[in-house]
């Protein structure tokens, strides 16, 4: 069965280190990726997404992912983090065929200590 | 442009009630989904239209769950007999069409089954 994986529920940085958020999936063919993020009390905003080409993409707010088909991984990182970076992130895959039913990991919730 | 716009933000329900929650997707946007968020959970699949047809409906908790989409447009996401066990937010999404496309998010209804 397809699903995805984020092994940390929650991860706690101080302001300025870097990041990186753990994703894995499981699905017959390379889905396309995409990693959103959920601010208290807001609806989800796309980070970034992987469909095809150069395994590694930029996103918006400095954020860039690694799409690794060997460990079937699409790792979320930041160099440097900033205290308004403290949300809940999501990963999804989407299939390349047939239903297009996108699935989310379960999330990983970033504090930022100041 | 205006974004999805879903509501009420709030419901509070008793338990066997009937309830609608309606979901306004981006102007022109073809396709339309609906997610469940739980506490805790990650974005639960529920149902995706294309126009006003849903290919998949599979991911309906059970048969008191259903949802239509009219016009192409508004839809609304219909629980009958509420149970407290559908208490969470609902998340309404549109993209312009499916297969890789990044999917627009509203801010959710909160629904409180007492």
């Known amino acids: 069965a397809q699903s995805v994986t984020q092994p940390d529920i929650h991860i706690t940085v101080s302001e300025g280190a870097s990041l990186e958020l753990r994703c894995n999936y499981s699905y017959g063919a390379t889905p396309y990726l995409f990693w959103y993020v959920q601010s208290p009390g807001q609806g989800l905003q796309l980070l970034l997404k992987y469909f095809s080409g150069d395994t590694l993409v930029q996103g918006i707010k400095g954020f860039e992912a690694e799409f690794k088909r060997s460990q079937s991984s699409f790792n979320l990182r930041k160099p440097s983090v900033h205290w308004s970076d403290a949300a809940e992130y999501f990963c999804a895959v989407a299939p390349t065929s047939g239903t297009y039913k996108y699935i989310f990991g379960t999330g990983t919730r970033l504090k930022v200590l100041a | 442009g205006a974004g999805v716009s879903q509501s009420p933000s709030n419901k509070v329900t008793e338990k066997g009630k009937d309830v609608e929650l309606r979901c306004d997707p981006i102007?022109?946007?073809?396709?339309l989904y609906w997610y469940r968020q739980s506490l805790g959970q990650g974005l639960e699949f529920l149902i995706y239209?294309?126009?006003?047809?849903?290919?998949?409906k599979s991911g309906l908790p059970s048969d008191r769950f259903s949802a239509e989409r009219t016009g192409g447009s508004v839809s609304t996401l219909t629980i009958q007999r509420t149970q407290q066990e559908d208490s969470a937010v609902y998340l309404c999404?549109?993209?312009?069409?499916?297969?890789?496309?990044?999917?627009?998010f509203g801010p959710g209804t909160r629904l409180t089954v007492t």
């Open positions: 239209f294309q126009g006003n047809s849903a290919p998949d």
């Open positions: 102007s022109g946007h073809t396709a």
């Open positions: 999404a549109s993209s312009p069409g499916l297969q890789a496309y990044e999917q627009y």
